[in-house]
């Protein structure tokens, strides 16, 4: 098993910064794809950003593309999300989750772990 915590989110006024922090846990030498997902009130949740723990391959949301960048910390077990130029249409729970195959993908379905997500709420 594999366990995900994320941590970082809060609130920030438009055009502000937030870094969140995903911390991995149990069997993560199985892991090899991470992932950011976000899910807004009464939509679906939504690919952000994933890297793979490998190499230094890394994809992009277009909405995110630009603002925001995915990076890891092998020796921390600890994958980031930077996220820059915040606007209130980023607000949302973010989840970071993990994938045991090294194939990136950006439906959610196909991640095998989940974190508990945190909340990122962008006023304008």
């Known amino acids: 098993q594999v366990q995900l915590v994320e941590s970082g989110g809060g609130l920030v006024q438009a055009g502000g910064s937030l870094r969140l922090s995903c911390a991995t846990s149990?069997?993560?030498?199985?892991?090899?794809?991470m992932g950011w997902f976000r899910q807004a009130p009464g939509k679906e949740r939504e690919f952000v950003a994933a890297?793979?723990?490998?190499?230094?391959?890394?994809i992009y949301a277009d909405s995110v593309k630009g603002r925001f960048t995915i990076s890891k910390d092998n020796a921390r077990n600890t994958v980031y999300l930077q996220m820059n130029s915040l606007s209130p249409e980023d607000t949302a729970v973010y989840y970071c989750?993990?994938?045991?195959?090294?194939?990136?993908?950006?439906?959610?379905?196909?991640?095998?772990?989940w974190g508990q997500g945190t909340q990122v709420t962008v006023s304008s």
């Open positions: 149990g069997r993560t030498s199985s892991i090899a794809v």
């Open positions: 890297i793979t723990l490998s190499g230094r391959r890394t």
């Open positions: 989750a993990a994938r045991q195959t090294s194939q990136i993908f950006v439906t959610p379905q196909l991640y095998n772990y």
